[in-house]
């Protein structure tokens, strides 16, 4: 038994489940709460998971309910996670690789030079001074305008700087401020350092480390030679990543240009950075700059699309990721021009991992179609704000239309159980079909059957 719990999908969603448990006894402490009450367990436990799966959906107000004590958990949670995810994603995916074949191993490594054989010693290295660095520089900036800016007194700007920097950079949604950050609704020196955060935070650790690796290379002595050209990992993360950014914030510059509740009061310059920092939050960061319980129903189902797929593997986004949302458009496309292969930039996409991709995508879509049909049973709640909750908890967003407080506690649970699945099922789950794969030695008699 204990060897079977050291597989790889197995072990990570223990260790998980582990770190949430302490957070739920922590946060259940009467000193974690302004009042000096213990929390009721299920708030507890549902804040926890809201921390360690990085999502940020809450279902009491963080900066009046939970007191020092229990802000400085949740923000030691939603690092614990999300610096938990990357190293479990980044290690698994090299674990992969290693248990395929040496020819395959070599096609796999010369493919993705962010994941090299040797490497996972320093993969924990790595991995914490991206995480530190990114978090101290957005952490400086905040606390900087924070402090000079809107008068808060020192102690309390950094503690806002660095609480808001964590969330960020983890795509955690978490913030002190009752109104997420819709006061900031005009300021670029607040906005923009937190999208970026939440950019670099969810692109994945791997295209990361090969942009660094790159770059120091184009830097040193052998810059006047010829580069190796980019992955195709990385390639399919950064043009998809983009294309996402640029169709969120033309959704929501066009759909809410003139809504009176959203972007209809502010100026042409307000509008456009308004627009833009709402269309990066689906990448599934969680924090709201409007309104989201007045946005369009239009917006809404655009901004479903959006969490639903997330952002790069191997970081601290959630959703089913755009390589496989990526991965299944280029199948869709290669059968629709008949195309004998599916390939991308030139390279072929091996069946398994089509296979793979159309696997968490299906498991994911009926997650979230158990879950919304659920909770809209126990709470008796709209379909349009019931999907958007659902999905919001899948992908680890943390956006809501404000239904989340209102919960039924078996709606509660089902949400619980949403940010667990896709925060570590996912993982988990693509793992699980990666190292399982195995050859077989024959194959069965070939029939097709009608599909129109």
């Known amino acids: 038994m204990i060897r079977a719990l050291q597989h790889p999908a197995r072990l ?52 009046t309910y939970w007191s020092g004590f229990g802000e400085v958990v949740i923000v030691a949670l939603i690092q614990v996670g999300g610096f938990g995810i990357i190293m479990a994603s980044t290690l698994l995916g090299i674990m992969v690789i290693g248990r395929v074949r040496l020819r ?10 962010a994941l090299q054989l040797g490497d996972v010693g320093k993969v924990v290295r790595w991995v914490a001074l991206t995480t530190l660095g990114v978090e101290s520089v957005v952490a400086l900036i905040l606390v900087l305008r924070f402090y ?63 942009v660094l690796r790159k770059a120091r290379t184009s830097l040193g002595r052998y810059r006047a030679q010829a580069q190796p050209g980019w992955s195709l990992h990385t390639r399919i993360t950064v043009i998809t990543t983009g294309i996402l950014l640029v169709v969120g914030f033309a959704a929501y510059a066009v759909l809410e240009w003139s809504n009176p509740a959203t972007l209809g009061p502010l100026g042409t ?11 990066v939050q689906p990448r599934t960061s969680g924090f709201n700059n409007l309104s989201v319980g007045d946005l369009r129903p ?48 030139g390279r072929k996409i091996p069946s398994a991992t089509q296979r793979q991709a159309l696997t968490v995508a299906l498991l994911g879509v009926a997650a979230v179609a158990v879950g919304t049909a659920i ?3 126990d709470s008796a709640l709209s379909l349009d704000r019931v999907l958007f909750e659902t999905i ?42 990666a190292l399982r794969a195995r050859q077989r030695r024959y194959s069965f ?8």
Not at 313 to 327: H, N, Q
């Open 392 to 433: 919001s908890a899948f992908g680890t967003v943390g956006l809501s239309t404000g239904i989340t407080p209102q919960l039924p506690p078996v709606s509660q649970v089902v949400v619980i159980v949403l940010m667990f699945v896709g925060r570590v099922g996912t993982v988990a789950v693509a793992a699980a079909l």
């Open 298 to 345: 239009e917006t809404w189902l655009v901004t479903d699309a959006l969490m639903f797929i997330g952002g790069g593997p191997a970081g601290t986004a959630g959703g089913i990721k755009v390589t496989t949302f990526t991965l299944l458009a280029v199948v869709i496309w290669s059968e629709i021009r008949g195309e004998p292969d599916v390939a991308a930039f």
């Open 375 to 377: 909770v809209m049973i």
């Open 12 to 63: 990570v969603p223990l260790a998980f489940l582990a770190v949430i448990v302490v957070g739920t006894v922590l946060l259940m402490l009467p000193v974690s709460t302004e009042t000096g009450t213990a929390a009721p367990a299920l708030t507890a436990l549902f804040t926890s998971m809201s921390a360690v799966c990085v999502t940020g959906l809450v279902v009491v107000d963080t900066a």
């Open 104 to 113: 395959g191993r070599l096609l796999a490594l010369s493919e993705n030079s």
């Open 148 to 210: 000079h800016h809107y008068g808060y007194s020192g102690g309390e700007a950094v503690w806002h700087g660095v609480f808001h920097a964590v969330s960020a950079f983890n795509n955690a949604g978490f913030g002190l401020e009752a109104d997420s950050l819709m006061q900031f609704v005009a300021d670029p020196l607040i906005l923009l350092p937190i999208c970026a955060a939440v950019v670099i935070g969810g692109i994945g650790f791997p295209v990361l480390v090969e």
């Open 269 to 279: 310059a307000d509008k456009l950075l308004a627009a833009f920092v709402a269309g």
């Open 445 to 452: 008699p070939e029939e097709r059957p009608l599909v129109s």
